[in-house]
Structure formats: structure tokens, C-alpha cells
């Protein structure tokens, strides 16, 4: 199920409206700076995603008095170090191309601004969760640019060569898992650096690591939903239905996919671009089926965090905040530019974060992969659209909180850990390493 890629994590959370004091480090007031100078303004624009050299050319052939200075990132993981470094350096861009876990530690650290007052009153234009995923105490530091309907895409010649349905609950899900090892075939791929699998199925059991109490942090890693959460992913590494093949060889991971060794995904569509780009053997032979649940609940697409749920932010550093702020919404509004991001032959294969994003499902799914299945597909993403989770609440340290959390889960993949000792762990950890940054915690 990892969701990882060279591109690193894509994330989305639900932050917003913590009109509450304490919670953060302290950090500087927002300045706008020359916001209204004159004459032509440039503003740097840091992202890794593909697709965006062409957005930001078409931007530039539009706006007369602003432009867009690209330079593209290698990914996610270097993004957070370089932008650290520039912020640190006094030398930040305009605008970064980002995900929404990053945004609480980044407001904690002084390193964005607040663009409240440029973007509030467009507001309709987007889904619930894709606006939530750029606010953080109810100010708005970027403009949302994408979302995250979630979804399994299996192969269909596998699935009717063994007698397999599409797995509608967790439970069908492992069930699968074991006739297919029979036959010496893998029903997913944990890899050992991704912990994210635990995280999502965690998020959609209801579970919340981190919450607001008070004027305090509440930290939670033992909770209902995620132990509800653990135990499938532990029978699932139990009963080896699972392939261990590291991204760090994504070349491998995606053979596996294209010849048959490992049998479903549960992905989102910008994932497919990455199987279009690297598939030879297998287009026509997938289909999508929605989310498994878990038993006996109705069906819930989790909240795409750590799939999509990019945002474009401005800087504390940029001087030019409103403007930066416009080409943000621009970036994220326009037609052709949301159409590009959404085709995963010309962009990333994201879901746009407009409220109204079914008419660029079409381009987020790929025909070619999916062939006589890719009408029927169309709906399964369209149905997934509207269950996105929106109350998920990524904490100040959760970066910090994450690369912890790598470390344990490699351990877990290779069964030298059970998932619950894991959350034991990071529970300790995470109530200490907040206590320790001076931010008041409970847990």
C-alpha cells in the first residue's frame, strides 16, 4: 500500500480553526512587505511536481506585471531541507510548492505568512478538506492545489485467474492476500521506510494522533481506531501477503505491479502516472474498486495524506505576499493549468481542491492503463471524491514525529517489532519531543 515515490509524500490535514493560544512556538508577525511596488514584479517559486514548468510558462504568458520564476526541487524530502536552509539563510522564495503536514511546524518556525486577507473570499471555490489543509488556526498560509480521493486499483487477469472479487473490507482484503500467496503472488507492498500505511488506515478507523485540548496538544498513538488499525496491518505482515520492496528502488516496486508479482494498490490518481510512465506489460489490465472498510462499517474514503493534498504557500520572506498570493490562485483556478496538473501524461494525475473537480476525473484516469475498465473507474473516483476525511490535525513536530516513526516501522516490516509496540513507543516519544520544544502537551 506505500504511498511513497520519488516524489516523496503528498499530505493533507485538517488544521484549520485552532483559534487557540500556545499550541505553536512563538514566530514573527506577517508583513506584507512592497506588496503593492511598481512595475514588473518576479517571484521565485520553489516545486518538484511534474507539470508545474508548464503551468507556471502559461502564467507568465498571462500576467503582463507579474512573473513566475521557476526552479524545480528533486522532491519533497529535499524541499523541506532546502527551504529550512533559505529561511535560515534569509533567502526564502515567494512561493513553495508543498503538502499540508508541513505547514503547522513551518507556521511554528515563522517561515510562512499569513495570506488571509488575499484568498479568504474565494473560499467557495474549494472542498472542505483541501481549504483546511492550508490553514492552521484559522489563517490561511497558501492556497490549496489539490486533492485526494482514494482508491484500490487491482489486476483484473489475477484476480479472475485465482476467483477473486474485489475485496470490499479489510477482512476480504487479507483473505485475498492469502489465496494469492498460494499462487506465489503479493496482495501489497509495505516498504520498510513508509509508515504511512499505518497512518492512513489509522485516519480512517477515526483514530487521532494529535488533537486540541484546551490550549494544549493532545497526543494519541493508542487510541481505538488506530490499534483497530494495527491489527489488520499486523495479520496482514504476519501472513507475509505483503512484497517488503523498498522505493528507494522504484524501478523494482514498479515491475512488481507490471508483471503480476504484487496484485493491488491503494493509491490515488496521481499514482497512476507513475504506472503509465513505467508499465510496458500490463495497460488494460487494472481496474478500481472503492476503499476496503472495516467490518461492518459503511464505506469511507481516509483523508489523502499521503497521497495528494499539495498547497502552494507564501513565505514570511517573500515581498511581494499579495501577489504571490494571486498567482497561488491562479495557479490553482485556471482551467488549463488545473487540466495540466490533472492528466498524468502532462502533469502530476492530482485531483484538482475545487469543490467542483468531477469534470477533471476523466483527465486524472488513465485509459491507457485501465482500458475497457476506465469508464467504470470514472465513478469510483467520483464516489470517493465527497468521503475525504477533513478532521485529521498533523502536530508542530511532525516531521520530527514521522522520521521517528520510519525507523520502528522498517522494524515492523521485517518482524522484528509487533505494529503495537511501535505506537507504544511513539507515544512516549512524541508527548517528549513536544514537551521539549516548550509546547504544552498532553498525553
Not at 499540508?100 to 517561515?111: D, F, I, K
Not at 498524468?344 to 475497457?372: C, F, R
Amino acid at each position: 500500500m506505500n504511498f511513497t515515490s520519488p516524489r516523496r509524500r503528498f499530505a493533507r490535514a485538517a488544521v484549520a480553526g485552532l483559534a487557540l493560544t500556545g499550541l505553536l512556538c512563538a514566530c514573527g508577525g506577517s508583513d506584507t512587505g512592497d506588496s503593492k511596488a511598481s512595475g514588473p514584479v518576479t517571484l521565485p517559486f520553489w516545486g518538484w511536481a511534474n507539470g508545474q514548468e508548464a503551468v507556471v510558462k502559461a502564467f507568465n504568458a498571462s500576467h503582463k506585471d507579474v512573473q513566475l520564476k521557476y526552479t524545480k526541487v528533486t522532491d519533497q524530502l529535499t524541499m523541506q531541507k532546502q527551504l529550512t536552509n533559505a529561511v535560515k539563510a534569509d533567502n526564502a522564495p515567494c512561493l513553495v510548492q508543498n503538502t499540508a503536514e508541513y505547514v503547522t511546524s513551518w507556521v511554528s518556525q515563522g517561515a510562512l505568512a499569513d495570506i488571509t486577507q488575499y484568498v479568504e473570499g474565494e473560499k467557495s471555490k474549494f472542498n472542505t478538506g483541501s481549504w483546511a489543509g492550508a490553514q492552521v488556526q484559522g489563517k490561511l498560509y497558501g492556497v490549496p492545489t489539490s486533492s485526494s480521493p482514494n482508491f484500490t486499483i487491482y489486476r483484473t487477469d489475477i484476480f479472475q485467474k485465482y476467483g477473486i472479487k474485489p475485496p470490499v473490507t479489510w477482512d476480504d482484503f487479507i483473505a485475498a492476500g492469502k489465496e494469492l500467496k498460494k499462487h506465489g503472488v503479493k496482495i501489497t507492498n509495505y516498504a520498510g521506510e513508509d509508515p504511512s500505511t499505518l497512518e492512513v488506515l489509522a485516519m480512517q478507523a477515526g483514530a487521532h494522533w494529535y488533537a486540541i485540548d484546551g490550549n494544549s496538544w493532545k497526543v494519541d498513538f493508542q487510541d481505538a481506531g488506530t490499534l483497530k488499525a494495527a491489527k489488520v496491518i499486523q495479520e496482514i505482515i504476519d501472513n507475509d501477503l505483503n512484497a517488503k520492496l523498498s522505493f528507494a528502488d522504484y524501478a523494482a516496486v514498479q515491475r512488481s505491479f507490471d508483471n503480476g508479482s504484487t496484485a493491488t494498490r491503494h493509491i490515488s490518481t496521481w499514482q497512476m502516472a507513475g504506472m503509465v510512465q513505467n508499465f510496458d506489460k500490463s495497460f488494460g489490465k487494472w481496474a478500481l474498486s472503492p476503499w476496503p472498510t472495516f467490518a461492518g462499517e459503511t464505506a469511507k474514503t481516509p483523508a489523502g495524506t499521503n497521497l495528494t493534498g499539495s498547497v502552494t504557500l507564501v513565505t514570511e520572506q517573500c515581498e511581494h505576499q499579495e501577489q504571490a498570493a494571486e498567482a497561488a490562485l491562479w495557479m490553482s483556478t485556471d482551467p488549463g493549468a488545473v487540466k495540466t496538473m490533472a492528466s498524468p501524461e502532462t502533469g502530476n494525475g492530482v485531483m484538482p481542491a475545487l469543490a467542483d473537480s468531477d469534470a477533471y476525473v476523466g483527465e486524472a484516469v488513465s485509459e491507457k492503463l485501465l482500458g475497457d475498465n476506465y469508464e467504470p473507474a470514472q465513478k469510483v473516483v467520483k464516489d470517493s471524491l465527497g468521503t475525504v476525511t477533513t478532521d485529521w490535525a498533523f502536530g508542530p513536530d511532525w516531521t520530527a514525529m514521522f522520521t521517528e516513526m520510519q525507523s520502528g516501522w522498517a522494524k515492523v516490516v521485517n518482524k522484528e517489532q509487533k505494529v503495537t509496540d511501535l505506537l507504544a513507543h511513539m507515544q512516549e516519544w512524541t508527548v517528549d519531543d513536544l514537551k521539549s520544544r516548550g509546547i504544552s502537551v498532553k498525553g
